[in-house]
């Protein structure tokens, strides 16, 4: 069974760091676009930050460039968000998303649409 899990989630202060893992199990993630995605509370599920499957573009939503940075290590099966400086906007349930169709990054995050989700885990950014 396909299956995505989330974690690495919880609460830090403000300014604070966390790091979200995504590890896949009865697929390998080489060959998928991955996103992160967000849901928070009373606000609509966006779309914080996708990698391509093959030349490794990233996109980024505005709101968390030059603060959050994906990567992917193959190898391991996972994919990670590194989140720094963090701030309680942030808030929300993150969740990873695999997707084999979409042509772009941008166009996953965009759309905030993907063909395997995971769980989702819980960030909380407060004092």
């Known amino acids: 069974q396909v299956q995505l899990v989330e974690s690495g989630g919880g609460l830090v202060q403000p300014g604070g760091s966390l790091r979200l893992s995504c590890a896949a199990s009865?697929?390998?993630?080489?060959?998928?676009?991955i996103g992160w995605f967000r849901q928070a509370p009373e606000k609509e599920r966006e779309g914080v930050s996708c990698?391509?499957?093959?030349?490794?573009?990233?996109y980024y939503a505005d709101s968390v460039k030059g603060r959050f940075t994906i990567s992917r290590d193959n190898a391991k099966n996972t994919v990670y968000l590194q989140m720094n400086s963090l701030k309680p906007e942030d808030t929300g349930v993150y969740y990873c998303?695999?997707?084999?169709?979409?042509?772009?990054?941008?166009?996953?995050?965009?759309?905030?649409?993907?063909?395997?989700w995971g769980q989702g885990t819980q960030v909380t950014v407060s004092s």
């Open positions: 009865a697929f390998t993630l080489d060959g998928y676009a």
């Open positions: 998303v695999a997707d084999q169709r979409t042509p772009t990054v941008q166009h996953m995050c965009v759309l905030v649409d993907g063909d395997y």
């Open positions: 990698i391509s499957s093959s030349d490794g573009s990233t």
